[in-house]
């Protein structure tokens, strides 16, 4: 039972065991949803994922969230339009071997605690903006823009990502990026929000990376 305790405390999206925020982006105002036109893109979904790390002192865990389903509108090169729904009940947790405790910590991350997965099965990000990067380096060539909307909570955040064409495959993939999840009224644990936690404290920031596969949509017979 200290045991499961001591990694129940680790909040599933928060950042490195060293506090240090990989490229942090603050949520903002909801933006109107980018509405171009352009060929239709599928996201596959199994090759699509969400990579979490979570963190507190003396402890880390990391792991993946599915994606339940994705458009994307291209125009050209151009991202004109899209949208993701994010799969609630598909938090996995990749660093514990051990079942039971593995479960448990899953189980409780899906509950009213954390992300109350009964109530919001789903999340989604929906693109406002994808523009050319300024500075454009090996890892970032398109800033994204989109509204994140998680539990009750909607926000707009951007962060740099590598888009790619392969034949009629497009591959986006974010920079590890770091967001305040209290922002989302995800507060379980928060040192800014509730005072003498001691050891019990988990830090406030998600440290995620995107990775989406669209093709094109098959076209009817």
């Not at 909801?30 to 893109?41: F, H, I, N, R």
């Not at 071997?97 to 999340?123: E, G, I, R």
């Not at 539990?151 to 305040?180: H, L, R």
Request: with cysteine; aromatic share 6%; proline share 2%.
């Amino acid at each position: 039972m200290k045991k499961y305790l001591i990694a129940l405390s680790v909040l599933v999206f928060a950042v490195s065991c060293n506090n240090a925020a990989k490229n942090k982006v603050e949520g903002t105002d909801a933006q109107a949803a980018a509405s171009g036109a352009g060929e239709e893109l599928v996201v596959d979904t199994q090759a699509s994922s969400i990579q979490w790390k979570g963190s507190k002192v003396g402890g880390s865990h990391n792991g993946t969230i599915a994606l339940k389903a994705g458009t994307l509108a291209i125009n050209g090169e151009t991202v004109a339009s899209g949208s993701f729904e994010i799969d609630m009940n598909a938090i996995v947790d990749e660093d514990l071997t051990q079942k039971d405790m593995n479960d448990m910590l899953v189980n409780h991350l899906k509950s009213a605690d954390f992300f109350d997965v009964a109530t919001y099965p789903s999340s989604t990000f929906t693109v406002t903006k994808v523009e050319a990067a300024a500075t454009p380096t090996d890892s970032v060539n398109y800033m994204v823009s989109g509204n994140l909307k998680l539990k009750d909570v909607e926000k707009n955040i951007t962060f740099g990502a590598k888009i790619t064409k392969e034949g009629d495959t497009y591959k986006a993939v974010t920079v590890p990026f770091t967001i305040d999840r209290t922002q989302w009224n995800v507060k379980y644990g928060s040192k800014t929000l509730f005072a003498d936690l001691k050891e019990n404290i988990v830090n406030d920031n998600i440290e995620l990376q995107i990775t989406i596969v669209a093709k094109a949509a098959a076209k009817p017979e």
